[in-house]
Nanobody, 119 residues
Framework: QVQLVESGGGLVQPGESLRLSCAASGSIRSINVMGWYRQAPGKQRELVASITTGGTTNYADSVKGRFTISRDNAKNTVSLQMNSLKFEDTAVYLC?????????????WGQGTQVTVSS
């Protein structure tokens, strides 16, 4: 099993910044992809950003140029720097890691952290 602990959510005004962090522990060997998803009320969960062990990143179009994902493989952490936040970024943000095991890709999720953008 993999345990994920997130931190860094909160309430900010439009245009401000937040940084989310997620620390993985447990059976963390062979984790390949780490990332962040978000889910707003009444909406489906969507990928925000992901990063592979080698540093290849992938971003949702809605956050490109505003959010930056980073990863520390030695510390098994992944962070999401969110700048120029907008009302529509309000959601619960969930840390996700993927780990292959015997040819099957397993997903692990954090408990989620609330990000609220409001004036």
């Amino acid at each position: 099993q993999v345990q994920l602990v997130e931190s860094g959510g909160g309430l900010v005004q439009p245009g401000e910044s937040l940084r989310l962090s997620c620390a993985a522990s447990g059976s963390i060997r062979s984790i390949n992809v780490m990332g962040w998803y978000r889910q707003a009320p009444g909406k489906q969960r969507e990928l925000v950003a992901s990063i592979t062990t080698g540093g290849t990143t992938n971003y949702a179009d809605s956050v490109k140029g505003r959010f930056t994902i980073s990863r520390d493989n030695a510390k098994n952490t992944v962070s999401l720097q969110m700048n120029s936040l907008k009302f529509e970024d309000t959601a619960v943000y969930l840390c996700n890691v993927q780990r292959p095991l015997f040819g099957v890709q397993y997903d692990y999720w954090g408990q989620g952290t609330q990000v609220t953008v409001s004036s």
